[in-house]
């Protein structure tokens, strides 16, 4: 009898070695080495593999006819907003989040509104059964009888499922759960979640079915498995927020069907997820009035400007290296916004904590925060309020200049329509637009003018 080869693969990157190893030496992770079982080349299924009779003909673009089908309204407005406009037909979508965040919930909500407009769909589900599926929709009231359910792992199973029931969405929760009987290793790891998804994904475009496979995630919040998964697919949705708060936000940061970067919010109460239609409204509620380390900044999440509030917390240091801790932004921009204030403008902030927050969960990738970060710092620092009805748009330069930043009339625009007075922004974005009357704009050029018109010096 032949001796069965193994070989060991990185359950982070997919990097194989014949021989264990502590630190893989593909991503420098440690102790992600597994040992699988070595199957020949002619004994692993062929995965798009067709006929030369088969295989289709390069067309000219011009020529390529377009999807018949629309897209599908799935009946909740800010995940349409995430999508693009809804789901489009043959897509494959990942959906990924902590555990207990709610994407699960969001999907069986998402299936009872289409099965209401008539869409037959498939859930799948290798982590319950059918009855606790059950338990949970009727809990969320969404019971139909175009929704099916199965409890299955099988790749090969599902495949026929889908043939026999032909639906319009197939979810599929979660990916490391589903295994192919032809890999040899078991689920979850590399081999298996590449391979399922490279199935999958033929299944999604062979019969025009939309599907979506449900991702965990990683201590590091990155999706589990091969880097490769998130190539493969159309569409990447991250599901953020603390378990122990009620606001959720999904966020697109890969979809080749709209925007990336677009964020739909919504709340989790006991019947579900409730969709937040003005996230702005929600990230300033409770907001503390004439309190030193707090400013409020317009940022645009894909399509949609979001007013949020920053707050800053400037202490004395007990330690020989102060801390500098921030939550919702970059920790390595709030340093360089700190050094322009020391050397810049004076401000001695060696022997100084910083704690840098942003209200809401939400997090804050673009440069237009910067201004706002800078006052809140200062406040703090000084002990000295911002006005409540104030608002601070700008990118802050290494030399302390307040730089231009893109789409401001509708940062402006969301700001009035939120009842705040002024607005401190760079000179050069008050050219060529018309501002609303009753909303005051103030143009300065450095760090420290509008230091001046924030905190009077």
Same mark, same amino acid.
């Given at each position: 009898?032949?001796?069965?080869?193994?070989?060991?693969?990185?359950?982070?990157?997919?990097?194989?070695?014949?021989?264990?190893?502590?630190?893989?030496?593909?991503?420098?992770?440690?102790?992600?080495?597994?040992?699988?079982?070595?199957?020949?080349?002619?004994?692993?299924?062929?995965?798009?593999?067709?006929?030369?009779?088969?295989?289709?003909?390069?067309?000219?673009?011009?020529?390529?006819?377009?999807?018949?089908?629309?897209?599908?309204?799935?009946?909740?407005?800010?995940?349409?907003?995430?999508?693009?406009?809804?789901?489009?037909?043959?897509?494959?979508i990942l959906v990924g989040g902590d555990p207990g965040i709610g994407k699960s919930t969001l999907l069986l909500q998402a299936t009872y509104q289409l099965a209401k407009r008539g869409m037959q769909v498939l859930?799948?589900?290798?982590?319950?059964?059918?009855?606790?599926?059950?338990?949970?929709?009727?809990?969320?009231?969404?019971?139909?009888?175009?929704?099916?359910?199965?409890?299955?792992?099988?790749?090969?199973?599902?495949?026929?499922?889908?043939?026999?029931?032909?639906?319009?969405?197939?979810?599929?929760?979660?990916?490391?759960?589903?295994?192919?009987?032809?890999?040899?290793?078991?689920?979850?790891?590399?081999?298996?979640?590449?391979?399922?998804?490279?199935?999958?994904?033929?299944?999604?475009?062979?019969?025009?079915?939309?599907?979506?496979?449900?991702?965990?995630?990683?201590?590091?919040?990155?999706?589990?498995?091969?880097?490769?998964?998130?190539?493969?697919?159309?569409?990447?949705?991250?599901?953020?927020?603390?378990?122990?708060?009620?606001?959720?936000?999904?966020?697109?940061?890969?979809?080749?069907?709209?925007?990336?970067?677009?964020?739909?919010?919504?709340?989790?109460?006991?019947?579900?997820?409730?969709?937040?239609?003005?996230?702005?409204?929600?990230?300033?509620?409770?907001?503390?009035?004439?309190?030193?380390?707090?400013?409020?900044?317009?940022?645009?999440?894909?399509?949609?400007?979001?007013?949020?509030?920053?707050?800053?917390?400037?202490?004395?240091?007990?330690?020989?290296?102060?801390?500098?801790?921030?939550?919702?932004?970059?920790?390595?921009?709030?340093?360089?916004?700190?050094?322009?204030?020391?050397?810049?403008?004076?401000?001695?902030?060696?022997?100084?904590?910083?704690?840098?927050?942003?209200?809401?969960?939400?997090?804050?990738?673009?440069?237009? /925060?910067? @201004?706002?970060?800078? #006052?809140?710092? +200062? %406040?703090?620092?000084?002990?000295?309020?911002? $006005? *409540?009805?104030? &608002?601070?748009?700008?990118? /802050?330069? @290494?030399?302390?200049? #307040?730089?231009? +930043? %893109?789409?401001?009339?509708?940062?402006?625009? $969301? *700001?009035?329509? &939120?009842?705040?007075?002024? /607005?401190? @922004?760079?000179?050069?974005?008050?050219?060529?637009?018309?501002?609303?009357?009753?909303?005051?704009?103030?143009?300065?050029?450095?760090?420290?003018?509008?230091?001046?018109?924030?905190?009077?010096?």
């Amino acid at each position: 009898m032949a001796k069965m080869k193994s070989k060991f693969v990185c359950q982070e990157c997919g990097y194989e070695s014949p021989k264990w190893m502590g630190r893989c030496p593909g991503c420098q992770s440690w102790n992600t080495m597994v040992e699988e079982r070595d199957v020949s080349a002619s004994k692993m299924p062929m995965v798009g593999i067709k006929s030369r009779s088969q295989r289709e003909k390069a067309t000219p673009i011009t020529k390529v006819g377009k999807l018949e089908e629309p897209r599908a309204d799935t009946g909740i407005k800010e995940l349409n907003r995430v999508l693009g406009g809804g789901l489009v037909p043959g897509s494959l979508i990942l959906v990924g989040g902590d555990p207990g965040i709610g994407k699960s919930t969001l999907l069986l909500q998402a299936t009872y509104q289409l099965a209401k407009r008539g869409m037959q769909v498939l859930y799948v589900s290798g982590e319950e059964s059918i009855e606790q599926i059950r338990l949970r929709a009727e809990r969320l009231g969404a019971l139909h009888d175009n929704v099916i359910v199965a409890s299955e792992t099988d790749l090969i199973a599902i495949e026929s499922l889908i043939e026999e029931t032909k639906p319009k969405l197939v979810i599929i929760d979660s990916i490391q759960t589903m295994f192919h009987p032809e890999v040899t290793s078991a689920p979850g790891s590399v081999s298996q979640v590449r391979e399922c998804t490279g199935q999958i994904m033929r299944f999604a475009k062979d019969w025009g079915v939309a599907i979506i496979i449900v991702g965990h995630v990683t201590k590091a919040g990155a999706i589990a498995g091969p880097r490769m998964l998130e190539h493969m697919v159309d569409s990447v949705l991250y599901f953020e927020g603390e378990r122990h708060h009620t606001y959720r936000v999904l966020r697109a940061v890969k979809n080749r069907f709209g925007s990336t970067n677009e964020i739909g919010v919504f709340e989790m109460k006991e019947s579900g997820l409730v969709e937040v239609e003005n996230p702005s409204e929600m990230f300033l509620s409770g907001r503390p009035v004439g309190v030193p380390g707090t400013a409020v900044a317009a940022s645009i999440e894909g399509t949609r400007p979001v007013l949020v509030e920053l707050q800053a917390l400037v202490a004395p240091t007990t330690f020989v290296t102060p801390k500098r801790m921030a939550t919702g932004v970059d920790h390595h921009r709030v340093t360089m916004i700190m050094a322009v204030l020391e050397k810049r403008l004076g401000f001695f902030l060696q022997n100084q904590d910083a704690y840098l927050n942003v209200v809401g969960g939400v997090r804050l990738d673009e440069p237009a /925060v910067d @201004l706002a970060m800078a #006052v809140s710092l +200062v %406040s703090s620092f000084r002990d000295q309020p911002t $006005e *409540a009805h104030d &608002l601070f748009i700008g990118e /802050v330069g @290494l030399t302390g200049e #307040v730089r231009a +930043v %893109s789409r401001v009339e509708q940062r402006v625009a $969301e *700001a009035y329509n &939120l009842g705040f007075k002024r /607005v401190i @922004l760079p000179i050069k974005n008050l050219r060529g637009w018309t501002p609303p009357k009753e909303i005051e704009l103030i143009g300065v050029g450095t760090l420290g003018e509008a230091l001046e018109v924030a905190l009077g010096g």
